[in-house]
């Protein structure tokens, strides 16, 4: 469901707007978002115009084409310091990297998919679809699946809701049905695979990251190709990966929600003030 869809109004419209545009994966004529886009022209061409002069767009007069602007960049890089796993579990993505020699992934959930905010390459790199910054699907990916078990119920049919269930390999759930079935066991388990369900040739182990209330944060998955591993090699990283999951979510913990220098403490009136911890 688009944001459109659920009335967000202008703004929902206009970052609508920008998701077209980021999903071509290069630059843009505006025939092109007309003949792609429900919006009528004039609309369209107004929300075009306000997002470049905002710097969300960039207009190359030239080729007269629409890219994302430089502004998406900073609030990006902002973004992917302050909202995203990344940062705080860079030192135990390194590490489990060297240890195994495999690619490592850092997912999380973004509108019932899957966005990886961090990756490191196997000592011998294989050219895969997953890199930091782009979306994948949730019900056939081994961080996808780690998260979607341990959501809420609520929230779990509401993410099946919004799984595409297109077929990309013999092994892929086309169902939510079949996928609940394997949900159940990475409860259990508190491992995930992918078994060749996204890319023939492409297998991983992954585990949820959850905070103290077990609801997960993201999560980190090694993973490696047939021609050199297997899923009984993978499981066997299983321990190592639970404790860097365990790792990250302490640190996550932490960097959320830090001790300020300021607690409020009640006074005579019944009111709350601040005082430093350190007086």
Known sequence: MTS???????????LSVLDQIASYGRPVRFGELLADSDMPKATLYRFVQTLTNQGMLQYEPERQTYAPGLRLVRLAHAAWAQSSLAPVARL?????????????????????QVLYVDKRNARDPVEMFSQAGKVGPAYCTGVGKAMLAFLPEPELQTALAQQ???QFTSATHGSAVSLQRELAEIREEGLS????EHEIGIVCVAVPILNSQSRPLGALSVTGTTRRTNLDALRNLGPRLKQAAAAIARDAESWLFPRTSAQPTPQNN??????????
């Open 193 to 196: 695979f992918d078994r060749e």
């Open 4 to 14: 459109v869809e659920r009335n967000d109004g202008t703004v929902g419209k206009a």
């Open 164 to 166: 595409s269930w297109h």
């Open 270 to 279: 019944g009111e709350m003030s601040h005082v430093r911890s350190d007086a």
């Open 92 to 112: 135990h993505v390194d590490a489990l990297s060297a240890e195994t020699g495999e690619t490592v992934h850092l997912a999380q959930l973004d509108h019932a």
